[in-house]
């Protein structure tokens, strides 16, 4: 019995020393990305480039109706989504009692005024009173009728400002209040909006956008509506991170099927010319910049470029870049300057050799 108790614990024992490290072992390999590959290339590019957009209200086109002095909501007689016609009635509107009362208060003060006004002058006159207190109550009744005046201004404002009206036709995008409350006069109790025609502001590059003169016509695309649109205007200001330049465009919209907030594509017809190009999936943001990673060897090196869109997923490169230099592009995303890596096809030829050696070996 004490020989099995020994054998068992020195068994024990035995188990708890460390692992020898194993043969051929040493410092852990710098990780290895896999990924494909493309030559950026030269060809024909720019018969038609196209960039995302966003459909807008045009200036002028959108109305804010309030009351210009507060009112109590009588009834709101739109909802948003309405379609409205010029002169519609929106809301009526009851001029606030604060309003009528400041009004009255300020005529019996100005009578007030006028009669105290009247005493000083016939004291004055029998030379009862000193001619400084008739000036004094000159100067309170002057007072007195300016702010008159102002109040009885207030009061016909707000008695002619009872009804909200639509300044054209067109459709209810906000609707608020309820009866009994006092509208803001700061915010729009109702906007209706003219969706007759809309814009669409489209970033474009810059060759593209500062060649668009006012009038010239674009295609325009939003969902199942294909629209042929017309160059409002470029903005002066090009962006420096992406070269681009908004365009703004006016779009007819006949059934309002267009609206405000919707995503768009712009499409310009321009000439072709020699450019180089590479698939878009080789292009990966980094902050405020773009970048591909140009393999040179095994290692990845990151060089930023300007790109502008083309054709088929492709993109045009503007500067960084030239044709023949072999780019990652899956697995691009997952790269940084100097990464080893290796390609699809290598990781496949990698284990297939592994593969051979362990069967021979287990032969």
Known sequence: MR????????????????????????EEKAATATIQTATATRATVGGRVEAP?????????????????????????VAAGDRVSRGQVLATLAADPMVQADAQKAAIALAQAERELHRQERLVAGGVAPRVQLEQARAAYETTRADHRARQAALALALGNTTLRAPFAGIVTQAGGSTGQVADTAAPLVTVTDLAAVGVEADLP???GTSLAPGTRVDVTAGAVHQRGVVRGVQGVVDAASQRVRVLITVPNPGAALRPGMFATVGVARGGHEAVVLPGLAVVPRGAMTVVYVIMGDEAKEREVKTAPAANGQVEVLTGLMAGEVVATIGAYVLSDGMKVKTGAEADEAATGDKAATGAHGG
């Open 53 to 77: 957009g966003n459909v807008v209200a045009l200036p002028g086109h959108v109305a804010g109706l309030m009351p210009a002095t507060p009112s109590r909501i009588l009834a709101v007689r």
């Open 3 to 26: 020989t099995l108790v020994i054998l068992a614990v020195g068994l024990a024992l035995a188990g708890c020393k460390p692992t020898a490290p194993a043969a051929g072992g040493g």
């Open 206 to 208: 810059v060759a593209v």
